[in-house]
């Protein structure tokens, strides 16, 4: 897998120079995509590097496949380098630097590699199942916080006591949400992987997203860098799932509130 995470993370490199690009430029090509009632916004930025991660994979290894946000080939094969070109693309194209990139090996389902980069803070996120989850090459460990310790601080980078959630959770869900509220802070930085690298690296207790259907790469390279740290990731009702199909949201977590976060879902769903 040496050869493989060497791969990823030079593409990773690639797309934050495409990032950076333009981000903050006046015309990145931002528009929307999908049906009305899910408009999700999609830039050049994302485009380009989507395309980059295809052309790549078909030079390097042609019998893999890539699942991307924007476009694959070859999406139903055994091995899948499943990409987020632009992970929190709304605020890209606001200009808040909070965006990451995000590339996982996947191979009969499963995540075996991940790697997340951070063009703005030049944070790159790294794991290989079994060996260990990195920052940089600092080892990382998620916290041992209980939601009850959780409090309001309000510069995430400072706090170990967060939790996250996506805001853009199915309606059913508002219930759960809105009882963890009560019990905890929860804030949303507008990025649901790169919330989730803070849970890998201990700054926060979990990131909650019920956003379904085709968004595996939302999960795909989280899965293996947060387990990998010590936590757990699941869908939302506490179950495993593949990531080279549709999955059921996800939780992402210290796994020490984990069961707690999934019985809030499941018993205050409406």
Sequence with gaps: MYGEMEFAKKLAYDAGEIMKKYFNQKDIGDKYKGEDDKKTIVTLADTEINQM????????YPEHGVFGEEDSFGN???????????????MFSCGVPVSVFSL??????ESKLGVVYD??????????KGEGAYCNSNKLSVNTEKLGDVSAISNYDSSSRYVSSSRTYQKDLRPAVDLLDRETYLTSIGSIIRASMLVASGNMVAEITAVSGNKNMDVAAVKVIV????GKVTDIFGNEQRYDQDIKGAIISNSVVHDELVNAVKNNMV
């Design 53 to 60: 991660v295809i052309d790549q994979v078909r030079e390097k």
């Design 76 to 90: 139903d094969r055994k091995i899948l380098w499943v990409c987020d070109p632009v992970d929190g693309t709304a």
């Design 104 to 109: 996982a090996l996947v191979i009969d389902g």
């Design 119 to 128: 063009p703005f803070k030049d944070e790159i996120y790294t794991a290989i």
């Design 227 to 230: 387990e990998e740290a010590g």
